[in-house]
């Protein structure tokens, strides 16, 4: 009985660098038998299969679309190559998933994601290399949890493992392998891929493929062979093997060239798929009926961009180093300096030497064969489908979830944050909506406009809630992302909270955190992001700082005060019409959130699945807000003694910036005091909040914040003397400074005999407000950082004010503004705080940090991208500082951290810096570079 087309399941097994000439079923009789040869003996072997290029990205992007790397857009081994992958390229798993099939893909290697990402249903990986696995080996719990979750998976199902032991050359580090080691580690991994097979219970009518994705430089300097040669198309590069075992296929032995390019259409055709038609051919009329394959197989070079910093190359290039045709006896490479060289296969011939000057009819036939095979080649997969009558698009497929990202003006962040969104992981479409009036985001739009996942969609003119609902109507997905354009997204952003969400039984909604850089050293040319820990780990090899920023609510059933998570926000259709879409009342949209919060549990990622350069500053989706405020200023006045409030009145309604309202407090008993004083300065608009005599400092603070409608907000103690330029200095420096959180102005304090001092404005900066209480006189702000940073909280008791300045300064830093000077009587100054409250401040800010001591977000100050030096003692020195005044802080008992290493902290005295320790479990293990 024949081979029968049906459904089946499919385990494809890419074992990376296994060359051809290192199996005894191809020819070499040197070496022992092992697992790989008995499958080779048991189906269908094609010894002479030819990779479409000698690096893996390349080569898998090829496989799976049965294209050219360059018509995928991934013409070399460089990560930015990755994000680029073409949007129109149909893989073999997004027809496998579209035909009921769940995919699986699995990468032994947990660093940068070499294959294409689309119709995958679950795309995982292991370890950092090989070297960071338990006993050296990839076969180990990750690996076995990942076989476990494919073998019991009920369905038709396809998986495509992807295996580096060989990568890995056996964890050493050497540019130089060694035939004798190479065969070794062949042998390992042999033994590997058999247990992988035993582990999965491949039974005999499923598909069994084994194949590598390019070959490797044995017995010399590997790179400097690829410099030199690369483009040349070295045999031992370039020559790898495939295998197929299934019921119904006959052991033979295929000696004629086939392609890598042939093989995600011939397991379609075995499971009865007619659907990918790109440029390889189906080998199962081979494997069946014995019929030739034919013609040459094109192979494509293009070398890896060389970069200072990053080892994985530079910029994704746009053109091809070269362009082989390898046939069963010659090779015929075109180089695009014009050089052209034959090569002779047959037996007793050397590789690379060439003979063209000796075969020009041989020259004269594969010249046409260069022509007919890449010169006339379409440029698009579109292109190419549309020659070929395949009728299968990715286009036509509904995405799962669409992306929101509301866009005031074109940022340079707005590139890059489109660009780590197309990387992401299932099918989705990004709802780009455009309210800059000035046609930057729109010319910017213009580059996507081949990219059927982005949409431009207008929308001038409306606040950010009709924004929202107009994009969330034309979206198609059955999840809803509120993305921010001021962000970048790591790879697995998407597929982490989708799998939350639909892993959850009492959950339509989620969020994860995010990690601030304070310094980013791939930040300006590195496009790939990847997964979020590969991204950090060599950021900080580099010389990068940064830390975890957690965003988890206290109360996940109340998202109040909570305006920031739309940055990182996944949920259902079915909820966010359920609370009848977003708020269009005003300018904040932070009630969404909190309607959504009471239609169902909001859980949070405790994971860092966005990036963001500097202190996570810029709440509600980083967007200025387009509405009109009440008033441009809101200035708080606070005092007990109304007798005070006259001489700050009579400044303020000298102030050159009229564009304000007051807004004040009084007890029932001082009402009509203060309403007659009020009385005297009808010209400026005030409000007047009655609060009750026994209430609480943070209660009297989150009234007059909640009635204070200016677009900034300033605190002024009663008493205060303000000169006449004060607000126009401070707003004027607010607007100059659109990126900074707030500004702060000088002090002149005044006592007896006129004695004044001066307090200069300076930057305000974290680490001073954790040395000692600041004060928020001075301060102005964008009252809308209240959405991301919340009120006044009353468990700090006398420290509200100083908390509040804490919790404004780690949104981002501010701006000094020496010229605006707040005269106070040191007679009426700050009141005193008691020890308990200082230290119930020090706890919420440990809380905020996720309970530890952050020593790289409070002295974020130190980092900048051109200092190069080690940064541990400075921030070791500041914390002995820091325990001084504050000694209690070790009594918390929590860890503390630089840059992602836990550090040990022996005693509160100490006088010399601690040492680094291993890190606790969720912070990284290795020390840090710096």
């Not at 189906?282 to 014995?290: A, E, F, K, M, Q």
């Not at 192979?299 to 070269?322: M, N, Q, R, Y």
């Not at 009471?598 to 859980?603: N, P, Y």
């Amino acid at each position: 009985m024949g081979y029968v087309k049906k459904r089946r399941n499919i385990i494809w097994l890419c074992v990376d660098g296994l060359r051809a000439d290192s199996l005894q079923s191809a020819g070499n009789n040197k070496v022992e038998r092992h697992f790989i040869d008995d499958v080779a003996s048991r189906g269908a072997f094609f010894p002479n299969c030819i990779a479409a290029a000698q690096s893996t990205i390349s080569s898998s992007a090829s496989f799976f679309t049965s294209m050219t790397p360059e018509m995928c857009r991934q013409p070399t081994q460089t990560a930015n190559c990755i994000p680029q992958f073409h949007p129109d390229a149909v893989t073999i798993a997004d027809i496998l998933k579209a035909h009921g099939y769940s995919t699986f893909r699995w990468n032994d290697m947990d660093t940068y994601s070499c294959h294409a990402k689309t119709g995958f249903d679950h795309y995982e990986a292991g370890y950092f290399g090989l070297r960071s696995t338990p006993n050296l080996s990839f076969d180990a719990e990750k690996r076995d949890d990942f076989l476990q979750k494919f073998k019991e998976c009920s369905e038709s199902k396809f998986i495509y493992m992807h295996l580096l032991h060989l990568h890995e050359y056996g964890g050493e580090s050497a540019r130089v392998w060694t035939g004798q080691k190479y065969l070794h580690h062949v042998r390992e991994v042999a033994d590997e891929v058999a247990g992988i097979v035993d582990k999965l219970g491949v039974c005999d009518d499923d598909i069994l493929m084994i194949h590598s994705d390019h070959g490797v430089t044995l017995n010399q300097d590997f790179v400097e062979f690829e410099e030199r040669h690369g483009g040349t198309f070295a045999e031992g590069r370039i020559r790898v093997f495939s295998v197929f075992k299934c019921d119904g296929i006959e052991p033979s032995v295929y000696p004629g060239v086939v392609g890598n390019i042939d093989l995600a259409p011939t397991l379609l055709e075995m499971v009865g798929i007619d659907q990918m038609k790109g440029l390889g051919k189906s080998l199962l009329p081979v494997i069946t009926d014995g019929a030739e394959r034919g013609g040459p197989i094109l192979a494509c070079w293009t070398s890896k961009p060389t970069h200072p910093l990053h080892v994985i190359g530079g910029e994704c290039p746009s053109f091809l180093d070269s362009v082989c045709l390898r046939d069963d006896d010659w090779k015929y490479t075109v180089f695009r300096n014009g050089e052209k060289t034959l090569i002779d296969l047959r037996p007793g011939a050397e590789d690379l030497v060439d003979v063209k000057s000796e075969h020009p009819d041989l020259v004269e036939k594969y010249e046409k064969l260069y022509k007919e095979m890449y010169l006339d080649l379409p440029e698009t997969p579109h292109e190419l489908y549309q020659q070929t009558g395949q009728t299968f698009f990715r286009s036509d497929i509904v995405p799962e979830t669409s992306f929101l990202m509301p866009v005031h003006t074109a940022s340079v962040n707005l590139r890059k944050s489109i660009l780590s969104l197309i990387d992401q992981l299932g099918y989705f479409e990004i709802l780009v909506l455009d309210g800059d009036e000035s046609g930057g985001v729109a010319e910017l739009m213009e580059e996507y406009s081949d990219d059927h996942r982005i949409r431009h969609i207008p929308v001038y003119g409306i606040e950010l809630g009709k924004m929202l609902n107009d994009g969330l109507a034309k979206s198609r997905g059955k999840y809803i992302a509120t993305v921010s354009a001021e962000y970048r997204y790591t790879e697995h952003y998407l597929y982490i909270l989708l799998n939350a969400l639909k892993s959850s039984t009492s959950s339509d909604f989620c969020y994860a955190d995010a990690y601030q850089f304070y310094k980013d050293p791939r930040k300006t040319d590195y496009n790939y992001i990847g997964p979020y820990h590969f991204y950090f780990r060599n950021a900080k090899n580099q010389g990068g700082v940064g830390s975890h920023r957690y965003l988890g609510l206290r109360s996940h059933s109340s998202m109040i005060g909570a305006g920031y998570v739309g940055d990182v926000a996944l949920f259902t259709r079915e909820l966010i019409e359920a609370v009848g879409g977003f708020d269009e009342s005003g300018d904040s949209i932070k009630s969404t959130w909190a309607k959504m919060g009471r239609h169902t549990d909001c859980v949070n990622i405790p994971v860092p699945l966005l990036l963001s350069d500097g202190l996570l500053s810029r709440p509600t989706f980083g967007l200025p807000s387009p509405a009109s405020h009440h008033k441009k200023i809101s200035v708080v006045l606070c005092g007990d003694d109304p007798s005070l409030f006259w001489p700050t009145l009579e400044s303020l309604q000298n102030q050159s910036e009229t564009n304000f309202e007051v807004v004040m407090a009084a007890t029932q008993k001082q009402l009509a005091t203060v309403s007659s004083l009020a009385e005297r300065f009808f010209t400026m608009e005030m409000q007047l909040c009655v609060v009750d005599e026994t209430a609480s400092l943070d209660y009297k603070c989150n009234v007059l914040t909640s009635k204070a409608k200016g677009k900034f907000l300033t605190w002024c103690q009663a008493g205060t003397l303000l000169p006449s330029s004060y607000l126009e200095e401070l707003v004027a420096a607010i607007d100059a400074n659109p990126e900074s959180s707030f500004v702060n102005a000088s002090r002149m304090l005044t006592g007896d005999g006129n004695k004044k001092q001066i307090i200069t404005a300076h930057d305000v900066l974290l680490k001073d407000v954790w040395m000692s209480p600041q004060s928020i006189w001075g301060i102005l702000y964008r009252r809308r950082l209240h959405d991301e940073i919340g009120l006044f909280d009353a468990k700090v008791g006398s420290a509200g004010m100083w908390d509040m300045v804490m919790r404004i300064v780690e949104t981002g830093r501010g701006v000094p503004v020496p010229n605006a000077i707040l005269m106070q009587s040191s007679l009426h100054m700050d009141v005193s705080i008691e020890q308990s409250d200082s230290m119930s401040l020090y706890k919420e800010a440990v809380n905020r940090m996720g309970g530890l001591i952050d020593l790289g977000m409070i002295n974020n100050d130190l980092f900048s991208e051109s200092r190069e030096e080690d940064y541990l003692e400075p921030v070791l020195a500041r914390f002995v500082e820091l325990l001084k005044v504050a000694p209690f802080l070790m009594e918390l008992n929590v860890p503390v951290i630089f840059n992602g290493v836990q550090l040990d902290i022996k005693s509160e005295r100490q006088t010399a810096p601690p040492s680094t320790n291993r890190a606790s479990p969720g912070h990284e293990t290795a020390k840090s570079s710096n």
